[in-house]
């Protein structure tokens, strides 16, 4: 059942991944329904335990043979747990039983994740690694289970606390023991994730003008299409390529240090920036009910994590900072601030223009001084 090394994403990954379709919009309906600081605190730490029931599955997945029926039926049977997970976000922070079956499904996913990734596995190193990272995050799961059947008050702390239990569990896992890390299949896994957020997206968009064409909603929705291709082509233009590449030139424990670090970590607020510009495109669609302050804020989160956080991963992979993307999302932050009292089309706009001056000065002098060295 171990994974050869030519192996890439699967049709049953793929399958997998569409609950997770599910979960995103679950996520980025919650944030909009509780566009407040304690709102999106929440929405942060929900999407967080999302997030790394589906990580921690896709580092089982690099070192499984995802041909094999064994496996197969395990993720398909995860698959379904993790559907309940995502169809209980809602009531995560309610004082009703959805916030059990959260955590209950939450625990089944990690817990079935980490059973397969040690029954795949034929290399002693690595078994006694997946052993060792299961003991570290029984803390954090029997956290998660108690915060469930806690007043909602309180679970937003032991929550918190679980999530810091698996960032040390991780960062100790990754820099005491063996992990073997098949690097193609581990970045097109987190690139197929990143297509799945953007999509989303594009149905919060769609979703808008399939209730009814509009010149306005027509063109609100034309210029989200264009900021979502445009923040496609600032990380599958070039960095998705490079990272990749960097993963693929080391081997043993820095692979999977940037493995974790540039990908499990490092993408989790790249993909939030996602969830962040869709509330932003939601918002669009019902400015009356939102106004446009909040509506700036929401794509200026958005683009700030998505683009601050490629820039880290690729400073930790190469140590290169990207000056000109970090220049050109401040200019846009300010000229965002400035359109807020204008009109959504202009906030937009104005997002979208940024990212294009990103691109195309990416395309004309990072992207070739990388490629000569």
Known sequence: MVSPEDQG???????????????????THYAAHHLDAHGIFRAVVVFWLIWWGWTQFTWALNSANTQHHHVRVGTLVSTGVAFVMAVSLDDAFSDTTGALW????????????????????????????????AMLSIGGLVAVLVGSLVDPSLRDWIWLAAI???????????????????????????????????????????????????????VTGSIAVVLTCLLWWTYFGWVQGVLEESL???????????ARDAYSFGHFPLVSGIIALAVGFEASFHPEAYGLVQIAAAVGVGLTLFLVSTAAS??????????NRLMVLALTLGALAFSAGSSVNVILGVAAAGLAVIVVIEQLTVRRRLASH
């Open 9 to 27: 994403a699967t049709f049953v990954e793929l399958f997998f991944d569409l609950v997770f379709v599910f979960a995103i919009t679950q996520v």
């Open 102 to 133: 959260f955590a209950l499904s939450y625990v089944g996913v990690r817990t079935l994740g980490l059973g397969l990734y040690y029954q795949v596995l034929t290399d002693g190193a690595q078994r006694s690694s997946v052993r060792a990272f």
């Open 164 to 218: 810091a239990m698996d960032f040390g569990a991780a960062w100790l896992a990754g820099n005491k023991w063996s992990w073997g890390v098949h690097a193609g299949h581990f970045a097109e896994r987190h690139g197929l994730i990143i297509i799945i957020a953007l999509g989303e997206s594009l149905i919060v968009a769609g979703g808008a003008l399939v209730s009814g064409v509009t010149l306005p909603v027509l």
């Open 248 to 258: 693929i030139a080391i081997e043993g424990p820095a692979r999977s240090q940037l």
């Open 314 to 323: 690729l400073w930790r992979a190469l140590r290169c900072v990207l000056w």
